[in-house]
């Protein structure tokens, strides 16, 4: 399968517990983005890097979270202290952008419960 | 500050029918990106198109269709013969420049739901 995958699927913890993702882009795509979507809400973006390079990351977004991307390859996002708020589906998607043009593509997610 | 607003929380039609997504943004950047994405009950999200402000030009892909307004600061995304596999929760978001750098803004999404 040569599509974005995410490890774990599925991640239940305790509050204030770290907890870490790991997201593997498809190969060769240079920029790869983390997003959290809680149900029923839209997606919100997290933050994102181009190659190793972390480029942006939400203002929204806590210290608790940290992410990244050694060698430009697969990435991790840790969160730090979870709490209960934290609950959510954490997406990772990657793209090669060329040009003008840009697609993305989503891996089937990380579900985060915290307890 | 950025925002996106879908109107519709959601729409049902049947097979075959067209049928017109709303999407409007509010942005002070005048370089900035709209998107819109699919999300079907499998809960993968589908990335289904992006646009760069300085392209008015209307996009057509097979049955989608996207019509793009700076006038009325709207992205509006029309499906034409809807099937049933089309019923999902479509997203429009925005990506703009500031000062901060580039930052994404999803709106609520429109659940649209095609029957038989």
């Known amino acids: 399968d040569t599509g974005v995958s995410q490890d774990p699927r599925h991640k239940i913890t305790k509050r204030g517990q770290n907890v870490t993702f790991r997201c593997d882009p498809i190969?060769?795509?240079?920029?790869l983005y983390w997003y959290r979507q809680t149900l029923g809400q839209g997606p919100e973006f997290l933050t994102y890097?181009?190659?190793?390079?972390?480029?942006?990351k939400s203002r929204l977004l806590s210290d608790r979270f940290s992410a990244e991307r050694p060698k430009g390859s697969f990435s991790t996002l840790e969160i730090q202290r979870t709490e209960q708020g934290d609950s959510a589906m954490y997406l990772c998607?990657?793209?090669?952008?060329?040009?003008?043009?840009?697609?993305?593509?989503f891996g089937p997610g990380t579900r985060l419960l915290v307890l | 500050a950025q925002k996106v607003t879908q109107a519709q929380t959601e729409i049902s039609v049947v097979e075959k029918e067209d049928v017109t997504l709303d999407c409007v943004y509010e942005?002070?950047?005048?370089?900035?990106?709209l998107f819109w994405y699919k999300q079907p009950p499998s809960g993968e999200l589908v990335f289904l198109i992006r646009?760069?402000?300085?392209?008015?030009q209307n996009e057509i892909s097979g049955r989608y269709s996207w019509n793009f307004q700076k006038s009325t600061s709207s992205f509006n995304f029309t499906i034409t013969a809807s099937q049933v596999v089309d019923s999902a929760v479509y997203f429009c978001?925005?990506?703009?420049?500031?000062?901060?750098?580039?930052?994404?803004?999803f709106g609520p999404g429109t659940r649209l739901s095609v029957l038989p």
């Open positions: 998607a990657s793209s090669l952008v060329l040009a003008k043009e840009e697609t993305q593509y």
């Open positions: 190969s060769e795509h240079n920029r």
């Open positions: 890097f181009q190659n190793e390079a972390q480029l942006e």
């Open positions: 942005t002070r950047d005048t370089t900035y990106y």
């Open positions: 646009r760069n402000s300085f392209d008015e």
């Open positions: 978001a925005l990506s703009e420049a500031d000062n901060y750098g580039q930052n994404f803004v």
